[in-house]
């Protein structure tokens, strides 16, 4: 594993991977070929255009404007082709990342803000269109070379890379602003007609060989509505996504995960509903046919829109409770609330599928509360999501069954936003009200239009993006002072087996003995560190112990002092780098020349033998918990640490904290000097730093939990059915 990079391999290449991925490719740059000549053929006629309508003449700004264009045409064409036959190269190259890559990688190296801009509008445009297919791509493509789904975001056909194939089109293209933006916003408006045939044109070779053939189908993503211009712009995009609810949207593509563990939960929940009161039919028995009124999803709505602006008690109360269920909560507020809408408690209840919505929210928010690190004002804020979140699950089940439902990234951003989020600082407290204030909106202004979520969700996106800026910052920190820190320790261990060498614990002087140990050991680990251990630096130190315990060992007592004292340039020269300088390391070497000739010729000699390292510990965090780092001490299973051994530099995992709670951790460095791993709050500050043996031994002593899914969304949803197993079996 590269820890530095974090490449690593999930398994072994698919067979034939080299000529399968070689066809794709050529495939590949087909089809992004046509889409650069059409987009510059549409910017042509376009700019050919305006100038018929201005009747421009031979040397007037739109003339000049087409000119140019043409003239760059052919540039353009060829530096796009490096820029996509570089990223294929480089997606390939990470199956040996020893060998040198010898590429010019400065077409993507452009400071133009504009360029920047544009780039970053399509890549958005591609995102929201084609978010689920390029994401089935791309695990594709992992899959094709034995790599971790984590490696996603280095294929090269993401919505970034493609964006940025035009961007390195441009570098260095003498054209006028508004001509690069012409050009851009016509890539995007053919990248948009184009991207599903190119994809399923791409997909279609590697899922004949047999590679992840069960994902889904890959679908033609809705056009956004096209701008008065003719062109189109990630601007209207996002209106047009935001006009229209998101389950009126048929390409929403369900997830065959999810639609899989969906119906176990439900199947769950189903066999345990008969051994418990139901809410719905309370007063009728058990088994019995039920006369009672069926809520239809109008009335469901209407009643659940009476809870939301005020969160009852009852809820509150059993969120922060451990004991009380949120489900059984919400639903008996839910019939106690349908007199408002003119309908008897007494003679409703609540349709299956209906009840599966309020159950699974309910289970999905009890496994929230009771496993992040939310504080108690956190904790009041969720709880506010309970009725909106009921809602959108009663209107759309789509919100269980596809990532990319605009409800659940939305959950995952507030979470992202208030876990382990204490106000601590001023950014923290403005994240804070951010969230708060993503709330507030959503209470207020959630009706039956699901498209709200999407919206809140950009928003908070958007200032998390510029937060997380700050957080990188502060884990860079980290490392650096983590690796600074190992750095000392590891010069430090070196210094103190050389003496070790050369005493092995000797009853020496104690002026020498306070040398050796103090200034000597401060010397040589400062040479480790600036220079290292091959440096004359550090021969001339090992002389200057070296000859000092020779005089020792071998000078009559008359002779030791006249011979330390020819030594004390050599002395000076340790004691300087511990900042003891003229009269007073002239007095300290007096005094070890002194403490020499005392020494008795009778004592042991002073031994050159190589003594065993005391057993090092590890912190394994900023609380108390402390391990040895003694492998045959620690009780752990074997494959856990094989499995730690390759976690990828980015992974979250979730660790206990003393109250009982999790904590989310991301890895953000692993040291190369002793192969411990570093671990980060959401704050990027360091909380974790520890050995794959003592990280194995945490999860097994159930310390730590390893989520199968990268979002607290769908982790949440993995241990809601972790319960309902716990709970039936």
Partial sequence: ??????????????????SLFAQVSNVSRKHLSDILHKSIAAADVFLYDICQQDQATIGSPNIENLRMLRSAS?????????????????FQALMRPIAKIDMDLSLVEIDDTDDVVSTELVSEALTRAFVDSVSITSQRFCALFGFLQTEKSKTPLTEKHIAEFMRSAMHGIDLSPKVRAIVFRNYEEVLLDSMAAMLDDVNRPMVSAGILPHLSHLKAARRPVASSNGGSTAQAAASDQRRHAAQH??????????????????????????????MAQSGGSMGQVSSRHQLSTHEMISVLSIL?????????????????????????????NTRKIGLPSEAIEIKREDEDAVDLVGMLFDVLMSERDFRD?????????????????????????????????LLNALTEAIEGNHGDGPQERELLNKAENTVDQLVAGFNEDIAIFEMLEHELRTYLDQHRRRIDLAEKRAKEAQRGQERLENARMLAARELEARTNNAELPAVIQDFFSRYWTHHLSMIALREGEESQAWTTAIKVADDAIAVLNSEPAEARTEQMMKMRPCFDSVLASSGVLADSSGALVRKIADSARQYSAHQAPVARIVA????????????????????????????????????????????EGSDGGYSPIKLAWVSP????????NRRGVRVLVVSVEELAQMKKQGKLIVHAQDNV????????????????G
């Fill in 1 to 18: 594993m590269n820890n530095e990079s974090g490449i690593t391999s999930a398994g072994r290449p698919f067979p034939g991977h080299d």
């Fill in 74 to 90: 052919q540039s353009m064409e060829l530096q796009f082709s490096k820029a996509v036959e570089i990223r294929f190269a480089q």
């Fill in 249 to 278: 949207n048929p390409e929403m593509q369900l997830g065959v995960a999810e639609n899989a563990l969906f119906e176990e939960i439900c199947n769950y929940l189903h066999s345990l509903r008969p051994q418990v009161p139901q």
């Fill in 308 to 336: 939301q602006s005020a969160i009852p008690a009852s809820i509150t109360n059993a969120m922060k409770g451990a004991d009380a269920s949120i489900a059984m909560m919400l639903k008996s507020e839910m019939l106690s």
């Fill in 377 to 409: 004002e956190a904790k009041t804020l969720i709880s506010r999501l309970v009725v909106p979140y009921t809602k959108a699950a009663v209107l759309d089940r789509r919100l269980f069954l596809t990532k990319a439902h605009p409800a659940r990234k």
């Fill in 612 to 655: 065993a390292l005391p057993e090092q510990e590890s912190v394994l965090s900023e609380s108390s918990l402390r391990l040895v780092f003694n492998k045959d001490a620690l009780n752990y299973d074997e494959a856990d640490a094989e499995f730690f051994k390759s976690l990828a530099i980015g992974t979250w995992l979730q660790l």
């Fill in 673 to 680: 000097i002793s192969s411990r791993l570093m671990f980060v």
């Fill in 713 to 728: 969304f769908e982790q949440t949803m993995d241990r809601v059915l972790n319960r309902l197993k716990t709970d039936f």
